[in-house]
């Protein structure tokens, strides 16, 4: 059983910056390919970003529309951890964030929540306008 624990969210004004992060636990020293997801109020949960286990860093990481040049998924294999660095937010980034885990062994990581077996609590992130 893999748990998940996200750190790093928070109220910010429009035009500023969060790093969220999620922490892996309870499996073996093997990599995951990790998404991020989130829900606003009355919306469905929407795909992010996603990061490829076989991303050493992120460098191969791969972004919905609404966020490309804004957030940067990286993840640091050895502390199995993944970071989300959101910068120039936007009132309409406001939502539940959600990092997942998907345990098989596809090499790519999907943007659709049915891809992810494993997911974390959820970080309120509020964005004031």
């Known amino acids: 059983q893999v748990q998940l624990v996200e750190l790093g969210g928070g109220l910010v004004q429009a035009g500023g910056s969060l790093t969220l992060s999620c922490t892996t636990s309870g499996h073996t020293s093997r990599t995951y390919n990790m998404g991020w997801f989130r829900q606003a109020p009355g919306k469905e949960r929407e795909f992010v970003a996603a990061i490829p286990s076989i991303s050493q860093r992120g460098e191969l990481a791969k972004y919905t529309d609404s966020v490309k040049g804004r957030f940067t998924s990286s993840r640091d294999n050895a502390k199995n951890t993944v970071y989300l660095r959101m910068t120039s937010l936007k009132p309409e980034d406001t939502a539940v964030y959600y990092c997942?885990?998907?345990?098989?062994?596809?090499?790519?990581?999907?943007?659709?929540?049915?891809?992810?077996?494993?997911w974390g609590q959820g970080t309120q992130v509020t964005v004031s306008s």
């Open positions: 997942a885990v998907d345990s098989s062994f596809t090499i790519r990581a999907g943007s659709s929540p049915q891809e992810y077996d494993y």
